[in-house]
């Protein structure tokens, strides 16, 4: 059965969307927008609190150490996470006293909470680079991948999305990393199923909590769906009867304080994970915060602030790996930013072939919207 979409969705294009999240609130409650919602209270990974209840995706090529440090200069998120870490990769580059991964750049100094997303589907290297992660880097969560769709992770790999087949060694790679990695807690992020016909989160997510791990994410769209569609937020509500004391966080398509309030109110979890809507959107953390707090939804920058906090990115990037190397990077950030805005293909067109820093802030003058 093809998975429904989900319906509380609804655009009500004819008010911005600011309007809809304040309406949406009033709705819900019975009371002025700016009333204190304190229903959306932090919830606990382990003994960890997480406040507020709003996390920040981990996203392969995006989540490093310069995203991370402009989302916190926004404030609004009560649990980071870094880019996904192939486990094996990291065993080796330890074993071989290499320079650790560049999906770690930060990871030891920056301000905690902070999550480290490994993957890979052998438990005895899972157990062993968790460990690691804890004494060496001190990290608040370590998140185990099982989500990834990508068929790198999933055919070639047999990670990822793919393990969601095999519920048997995800309860044994949990387990033992729960034991490896004590008292610090361990969490699974999951999507519904490997395909429309194989939708098993509900019995994934008991194994998840049995084998020991103190939290469950769910992505609402299955493997084969990547990112198409609408994420099934029904099928996530689903899951919360199936665990006895994790929390559920839920994740997919939040991309509006609007659609984070209902993912509260609707869906019953007790966190929300923003993803890709917030790559060009820092602030949208710190928007969804003063909505669940009950206070005033601050306007997104302007123009020029949202110019100026690229630019901001852009010299954390070319900081850590270089002129040449960081403006490569900064190009598919820069479309991010520039997403949705009118002229965001001419700008993508020009930024995408920039090569140095006189380049990069040449294009951003001249073609980034205004």
Request: hydrophobic share 40%; aromatic share 8%; proline share 6%.
């Given at each position: 059965?093809v998975?429904?979409?989900?319906?509380?969705?609804?655009?009500?294009?004819?008010k911005?969307?600011?309007?809809?999240?304040?309406?949406?609130?009033?709705?819900?409650?019975?009371?002025?927008?700016?009333?204190?919602?304190?229903?959306?209270?932090?919830?606990?990974?382990g003994?960890?609190?997480?406040?507020p209840?709003?996390?920040?995706?981990?996203?392969?090529?995006?989540?490093?150490?310069?995203?991370?440090?402009?989302?916190?200069?926004?404030g609004?998120?009560?649990?980071?996470?870094?880019?996904?870490?192939?486990?094996?990769g990291?065993?080796?580059?330890?074993?071989q006293?290499?320079?650790?991964?560049?999906?770690?750049?930060?990871v030891?100094?920056?301000p905690?909470?902070?999550?480290?997303?490994?993957?890979?589907?052998d438990?005895?290297?899972?157990?062993?680079?968790?460990?690691?992660?804890?004494e060496?880097?001190?990290?608040?969560?370590?998140?185990?991948?099982?989500?990834?769709?990508?068929?790198?992770?999933?055919?070639?790999?047999?990670?990822?999305?793919?393990?969601?087949?095999?519920?048997?060694?995800?309860?044994?790679?949990?387990?033992?990393?729960?034991?490896?990695?004590?008292?610090?807690?361990?969490?699974?992020k999951?999507?519904?199923?490997?395909?429309?016909?194989?939708i098993?989160?509900c019995?994934?997510a008991?194994?998840?909590?049995?084998?020991?791990?103190?939290?469950l994410?769910?992505?609402?769209?299955?493997?084969?769906?990547?990112?198409k569609?609408?994420?099934?937020?029904?099928?996530?509500?689903?899951?919360?009867?199936?665990?006895?004391?994790?929390?559920?966080?839920?994740?997919?398509?939040?991309?509006?304080?609007?659609?984070?309030?209902q993912?509260f109110?609707?869906?019953?979890?007790?966190?929300?994970?923003?993803?890709?809507?917030?790559?060009g959107?820092?602030?949208?953390?710190?928007?969804?915060?003063?909505?669940?707090?009950?206070?005033?939804?601050?306007d997104?920058?302007?123009?020029?602030?949202?110019?100026?906090?690229?630019?901001?990115?852009y010299?954390?990037?070319v900081?850590?790996?270089?002129?040449?190397?960081g403006?490569?990077?900064?190009?598919?950030?820069?479309?991010?930013y520039?997403?949705?805005?009118?002229g965001?293909?001419?700008?993508?067109?020009?930024?995408?072939?920039?090569?140095?820093?006189?380049d990069?802030?040449?294009?951003?003058?001249?073609?980034?919207p205004?």
């Amino acid at each position: 059965m093809v998975p429904h979409a989900s319906a509380p969705y609804s655009s009500g294009a004819s008010k911005s969307w600011k309007t809809r999240a304040e309406d949406a609130t009033a709705q819900h409650t019975g009371t002025p927008p700016n009333a204190c919602m304190n229903e959306f209270g932090p919830f606990k990974i382990g003994s960890l609190e997480v406040d507020p209840p709003i996390l920040q995706a981990p996203m392969a090529g995006f989540t490093n150490f310069a995203y991370r440090q402009i989302v916190r200069e926004y404030g609004g998120v009560g649990l980071q996470a870094t880019e996904m870490v192939h486990a094996s990769g990291f065993a080796w580059m330890d074993q071989q006293r290499a320079e650790h991964p560049d999906r770690l750049w930060g990871v030891r100094d920056e301000p905690r909470p902070l999550a480290v997303q490994i993957w890979d589907n052998d438990p005895e290297i899972m157990a062993r680079v968790g460990r690691k992660l804890v004494e060496e880097y001190q990290v608040s969560v370590v998140d185990i991948n099982f989500g990834c769709p990508v068929k790198q992770i999933t055919q070639r790999a047999h990670s990822g999305s793919y393990l969601l087949k095999d519920p048997a060694r995800m309860f044994s790679i949990i387990s033992r990393l729960v034991k490896a990695c004590h008292p610090t807690p361990v969490t699974a992020k999951i999507r519904l199923g490997c395909t429309c016909d194989q939708i098993n989160a509900c019995q994934v997510a008991r194994v998840v909590e049995e084998a020991g791990a103190a939290a469950l994410t769910v992505h609402g769209r299955t493997a084969d769906q990547y990112f198409k569609g609408q994420a099934d937020w029904n099928r996530i509500a689903e899951i919360k009867s199936h665990l006895i004391s994790i929390p559920l966080i839920g994740n997919g398509d939040v991309d509006s304080v609007e659609k984070a309030l209902q993912a509260f109110r609707t869906y019953n979890v007790d966190g929300v994970m923003v993803a890709r809507a917030a790559l060009g959107r820092p602030w949208l953390f710190s928007q969804i915060h003063a909505a669940l707090k009950g206070d005033t939804i601050p306007d997104d920058p302007c123009l020029n602030q949202q110019r100026t906090c690229m630019l901001r990115h852009y010299d954390l990037v070319v900081e850590r790996f270089g002129v040449a190397k960081g403006t490569h990077l900064m190009r598919k950030y820069a479309c991010c930013y520039a997403q949705g805005k009118s002229g965001a293909r001419e700008f993508r067109t020009y930024v995408s072939k920039a090569e140095d820093r006189r380049d990069f802030f040449r294009i951003v003058e001249t073609y980034f919207p205004s």
